[in-house]
């Protein structure tokens, strides 16, 4: 057994994701390194403290983003090129919901101050629009609706960057948003809709400010961070 290597015990849930995760981490930190193999599906069963099942899906869906190759008869090796081959829609479906939203933070930092600089008639008319369908929504208690009109502002917050590689990665983060939005709204003690954060973005965006659009935006994101990181804990509890 490969004694520099060693993974934490994982929780019932989300494992094949858990695993993957580890695994990834092993990588990018170098305690594998190209060409290395991966300790054997026994030893990552004792360690993991899950079944064989699962541990082969792991290693398939890494075998798939191009990190691991199968050598039949050898076992499983980190490959020379580790270039990931996943689609990033599937990355970011196994990622950690807060690792998600700190890239978000990245993105729509730079999406408020474009969008601020570059923003036109249409792009203020369509969002004026969906701030008021997200409204509408929220007072006729129609959540459904409320969320696809709040991801659709800031995916028009993106397009008015006019930054076709910006709106192309912040189109394929909005499946991912979507489902965390989904799950927060249902913990309805701790999500807050942010109705002023979001009419004074749209209103730095008008202004063409890009700092105040800057600080609404991080206001917004930090506050839904927050209720994500209390809603997960309520979740670790209840389990």
Known sequence: MNSRISFQTVNRHQLVDEIVHQLQ?????GDLTPGDKIPTEPELMEQFGVGRSTIREAVRVLVSA??????????????????IQEPLDQRLRRAEILEVYEVRRMLELEMAKL???????????????????????????????????????????????????????FRTFTSVLRDALDKLVKTSEVHN??????????????????????????????????????ALRQSDQAD
């Open 25 to 29: 981490a092993k990588i990018t930190l």
């Open 66 to 83: 191009g990190l691991l190759e199968k050598k039949q008869g050898f076992g499983t090796y980190l490959k020379a090129i580790t270039a």
């Open 115 to 169: 969008a601020s600089e570059r923003r036109d008639e249409e792009d203020l008319r369509l969002m004026r629009q969906l701030l008021d369908q997200r409204l509408k929504a929220l007072e006729e208690g129609n959540m459904e609706a409320y969320l696809n009109a709040d991801v659709q502002f800031h995916l028009a917050i993106a397009a008015a960057s006019k930054n076709a590689v910006v709106i192309d990665l």
């Open 193 to 230: 809709a942010h109705v002023d954060m979001h009419e004074n973005l749209y209103e730095s965006i008008k202004n063409r400010d890009a700092d105040e659009a800057v600080r609404w935006t991080l206001e917004n994101l930090e506050s839904t961070v927050a209720e994500l990181r209390e």
